[in-house]
């Protein structure tokens, strides 16, 4: 019992989490891939979830014998990043995944704070298109980290600017990158999607939707307030 804390913050990925924006950064590699001639499947694209753009490229790069310079490196990334903004200007409130503001709202209305925390530097603007910035109280984004996950950079910046530590806080990843970032700070993770890509999540629904105060607070060792 006397482990128990109370939750004071929820930090969310983004990409898979809020939004299925996950099938577009997909679309965008397989695309990239398509054009360099390089192998590219589902279960590669498994790795890239979480990690930034160039360290997404550099496991991308590893079915190709070709040596490609930094300068072409950047050139790729630049190629995906425009395939992938074009993809999500269309990108609306109903995007939202079905179960996100159900959860926003009861943690507005229990005085829990909430932050994306993400390694993709287009998070500011997507929480703009879905017009979710009233339910979050601060975004990270790949811009402001120096480290991508699994470093646990982002979570830090994350729980601190919402004046909380990690033992308060937990974390909501649809990546085993981002799962073991929490992890590193010992913050407890909430998993959203498989077994076979989450086995080390400390909780795992199949969607965002299943999630409720009631439903995490006790088995993830918290009090209610
Ligand atoms: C993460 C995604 O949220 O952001 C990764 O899961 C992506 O797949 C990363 O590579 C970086 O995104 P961006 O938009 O900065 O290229
Ligand atoms: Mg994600």
Not at 3 to 28: E, Q, R
Not at 95 to 120: H, M, P, Q, R, Y
Not at 191 to 220: H, P, Q, T
């Amino acid at each position: 019992m006397e482990d128990k804390n109370i939750l004071k913050a929820v930090l969310f990925d983004l990409d898979g989490v809020i939004v299925d924006t996950a099938k577009y950064h997909y679309k965008a590699w397989k695309w990239l891939a398509d054009r360099e001639n390089i192998y590219f499947d589902e279960i590669i694209n498994e790795r890239l979830k979480g990690v930034s753009r160039m360290a997404s490229l550099e496991i991308l790069l590893e079915e190709s014998d070709k040596p490609y310079t930094q300068q072409e490196k950047e050139s790729m990334c630049t190629l995906k990043n425009n395939q992938y903004l074009k993809m999500i200007e269309v990108l609306t409130p109903e995007d939202i995944l079905e179960g996100v503001v159900d959860f926003l709202k009861e943690l507005k209305s229990n005085g829990i704070k909430t932050a994306v925390c993400s390694a993709s530097k287009s998070a500011k603007y997507i929480v703009d298109r879905l017009q979710l910035n009233a339910y979050f109280d601060w975004i990270v984004d790949g811009n402001d980290v120096t480290r991508p996950k699994p470093d646990p950079e982002v979570f830090e910046i994350g729980y601190t600017k919402l004046d909380c530590r990690s033992q308060e806080s937990i974390v909501v990843e649809d990546a085993f990158a981002g799962i073991e970032a929490a992890q590193i700070l010992g913050i407890k993770t909430v998993g959203i999607g498989d077994i076979k890509n989450l086995s080390n999540a400390d909780l795992l629904f199949k969607n965002i939707k299943e999630i409720n105060l009631n439903n995490i607070l006790e088995r993830l060792d918290f009090f209610r307030r």
